[in-house]
């Protein structure tokens, strides 16, 4: 049925849940399983309040890259020891776009999301990523209810 399927992570608790989901499907059908992490890339700047002028820069992106990779790693390694072929991936960038990007460049059957963020005002102004993705995949998604 499922060849390859993507799933996000983010260290949440919705997205645990959406991951376990998405191994025991990549494990009853024989799918590899992508495991992707976005983060944002940034740079933090002291800027001097009386020159108004920058003294000194830090950047963080590598940080939250090392973040992503160790989340992915002790993701994969639980799973790994369920017979279940697991790659990951940190990718810099907004979580849908990356999602969508990534399963669109891996040629994946199944992007598995966890429902976090589908409720209230918030959703309705910005978006949330299950739902964008939901709305802008061209590949079936699967919600999982979380909450």
């Known amino acids: 049925m499922f060849k390859s399927i993507l799933v996000g ?6 997205a645990s849940e959406a991951l376990r989901r998405a191994a025991r499907l990549a494990e009853s059908t024989g799918a590899e399983l992508h495991i992707v992490c976005a983060y944002h890339g ?18 963080v992106g590598d940080a939250l890259r090392k973040a992503a990779e160790e989340l992915l790693d002790g993701s994969s390694k639980r799973l790994g020891a369920d017979g279940v072929r697991v790659h990951t991936h940190a990718v810099e960038g907004e979580p849908s776009d990356v999602l969508i990007d990534l399963a669109d460049g891996l040629d994946c059957d199944l992007i598995v999301v966890g429902n976090r963020g589908m409720r209230g005002g918030k959703r309705l102004l910005l978006g949330s990523v299950p739902n964008r993705v939901a709305h802008h995949a061209n590949r079936d998604v699967l919600i999982v209810h979380t909450a």
């Not at 940034?42 to 950047?59: F, H, K, M, R, S």
């Open 42 to 59: 940034a740079t933090l700047v002291n800027v001097d309040p009386i020159g108004a002028a920058a003294i000194g820069a830090v950047d």
């Open 9 to 14: 992570v983010d260290g949440s608790p919705t």
